[in-house]
Nanobody, 122 residues
């Protein structure tokens, strides 16, 4: 499984970004895709996830309503739409894949893409 994350950048508080995670082959049919982030000095945390089977979505509780995960089979891509960004959202964002369901722990995800930096200025 190959994953390539992109779409990060510098944005002002209140702005929006859409991250993309391009996957290989038929990944989206068999793998759950999760978005994680790691801020400086902090542990990596799961932001959102979409399961392979029925497309069920999961979000970190504090991010519900601001972040939306979606997928496009034709583009083999999973998106993370991030709205109303704050400096606390500044982090390196990663996408990861694992077969089937959305696992809770990052250690349950076996395939990772490179990170994309998101910086939110105040």
């Amino acid at each position: 499984v190959q994953l390539q994350a992109s779409g990060g950048g510098l944005v002002q508080t209140g702005g929006s970004l859409r991250l993309s995670c391009v996957t290989s082959g038929s990944t989206l049919y068999y793998y759950a895709i999760g978005w994680f982030r790691q801020a400086p000095g902090k542990a990596r945390e799961r932001v959102a996830c979409i399961s392979s089977s029925d497309g069920s979505t999961y979000y970190a509780e504090p991010l519900k309503g601001r972040f939306t995960i979606s997928r496009d089979y034709a583009e083999n891509t999973v998106y993370l739409q991030m709205n109303n960004l704050t400096p606390e959202d500044t982090a390196v964002y990663y996408c990861a894949a694992e077969q089937g369901v959305c696992w809770d722990a990052e250690t349950d995800f076996g395939s990772w893409g490179q990170g994309t930096q998101v910086t939110v200025s105040s």
